[in-house]
């Protein structure tokens, strides 16, 4: 069964404690990213990967890292340099070939709440 | 000039009525416009997506209509079910290639609600 599994559902951490949620896919799929979720906002990149043990930042990567050591995986560290951390959290992955790189498959997601 | 936006905020409808949400864009490197379905508490899903070489897609009771010169699209639900009860994304992205390659820039989302 083909997917992308994002754990856990729901996070608690308290400020100034630096967490890191989990991506996993198992659709073969080059390219992976984390969005943001904010009531009102949209999806806000927060970073992205085409490839294994490359990544880019998005539009809202301060106070986040990331890593890309394997193909399957895309982890997401939030970092307590990060302002506003408590939101819901999206991974999603597409394949490069012509056509279907823009058909991105999203997780479940994970809200975090930092207290 | 990489922002989508995307209207209304929210939107109710009664069941059978055809709710339309608009989304408008600015930079013209954009050639692949895709609209994605969320439900509460879940990822989003692509339901629709259309590239600038036709006017309009039609999928099931979901259509999208672009307008390149206006730099518009919108989506169309038609016989709108309360089942469709959902928050829609538009969302835009550029073939261009090099790292900005499979990037999505998204609408900030409206949430549909159809009344039985």
């Known amino acids: 069964d083909g997917g992308i599994t994002q754990s856990p559902k729901y996070l608690f951490r308290k400020e100034g404690q630096n967490v890191t949620l989990s991506c996993e896919q198992n659709?073969?799929?080059?390219?992976m990213y984390w969005y943001r979720q904010d009531p009102g906002q949209g999806l806000r990149l927060i970073y992205y990967?085409?490839?294994?043990?490359?990544?880019q930042k998005g539009d809202i990567a301060e106070g986040y890292s990331v890593s890309r050591e394997k193909k399957e995986s895309f982890p997401l560290t939030v970092t307590s340099a990060q302002k506003n951390p408590t939101a819901f959290y999206l991974c999603?992955?597409?394949?490069?070939?012509?056509?279907?790189?823009?058909?991105?498959?999203f997780g479940p997601g994970t809200r975090l709440t930092v207290t | 000039q990489q922002q989508v936006k995307q209207s209304p905020q929210s939107l109710i409808v009664q069941k059978g009525g055809i709710p339309i949400i608009n989304c408008a864009y600015e930079?013209?490197?954009?050639?692949?416009f895709p609209w994605y379905q969320q439900f509460p508490g879940k990822g989003p899903a692509l339901l629709i997506a259309?590239?600038?070489?036709?006017s309009e897609k039609k999928e099931g009771r979901f259509t999208i209509s672009f307008n390149k010169s206006a730099k518009q699209f919108s989506l169309h639900i038609m016989d709108s079910q309360p089942g469709d009860s959902a928050t829609y994304f538009c969302?835009?992205?550029?073939?261009?290639?090099?790292?900005?390659?499979?990037?999505?820039?998204f609408g900030q989302g409206t949430i549909l609600t159809v009344h039985p």
């Open positions: 999603a992955s597409s394949s490069p070939y012509r056509g279907k790189a823009y058909e991105q498959y």
């Open positions: 659709l073969n799929h080059d390219a």
């Open positions: 259309i590239r600038p070489d036709v």
């Open positions: 969302a835009a992205g550029s073939s261009a290639g090099g790292t900005s390659y499979g990037k999505l820039t």
């Open positions: 990967s085409q490839i294994v043990n490359d990544f």
């Open positions: 930079n013209t490197a954009f050639d692949y």
